[in-house]
């Protein structure tokens, strides 16, 4: 079982920053793939960026290309999202997820393919 916890999420300005950490328990957690989720009320879960848990594969979404940075630390079981140069339509609830160990799929932005949540955290970019 592996749980994870969410904290740096708040208020910001447009073209302000915040970073996002995810503190996860159990021993597999180098052996995970973890991603950063967001949901906007009315909108689909979407992927905002993922992180394999080899080779250092990652994604990003489209619209978060050259502001986001997903990263990890194995020894601290943690990952963080930094997100700069926000934007008001940033503004979503923020889900840190992780699979079941050892996952091998080429594709790992889709939220079926994670097992594990947090509760979420809420950022919100004001205009």
């Known amino acids: 079982q592996v749980q994870l916890v969410e904290s740096g999420g708040g208020l910001v300005q447009a073209g302000g920053s915040l970073r996002l950490s995810c503190a996860a328990s159990?021993?597999?957690?180098?052996?995970?793939?973890m991603a950063w989720f967001r949901q906007a009320p009315g909108k689909e879960r979407e992927c905002v960026a993922a992180?394999?848990?080899?080779?250092?594969?990652?994604y990003y979404a489209d619209s978060v290309k050259g502001r986001f940075s997903i990263s990890r630390d194995n020894a601290k079981n943690t990952v963080s999202l930094q997100m700069n140069s926000l934007k008001p339509e940033d503004t979503a609830v923020y889900y840190c997820?992780?699979?079941?160990?050892?996952?091998?799929?080429?594709?790992?932005?889709?939220?079926?393919?994670?097992?594990?949540w947090g509760q979420g955290t809420q950022v919100t970019v004001s205009s």
């Open positions: 997820a992780a699979t079941t160990p050892y996952y091998s799929g080429s594709s790992y932005h889709y939220p079926h393919l994670y097992d594990y």
């Open positions: 159990g021993r597999a957690f180098s052996s995970t793939t």
């Open positions: 992180i394999k848990w080899s080779g250092g594969g990652t």
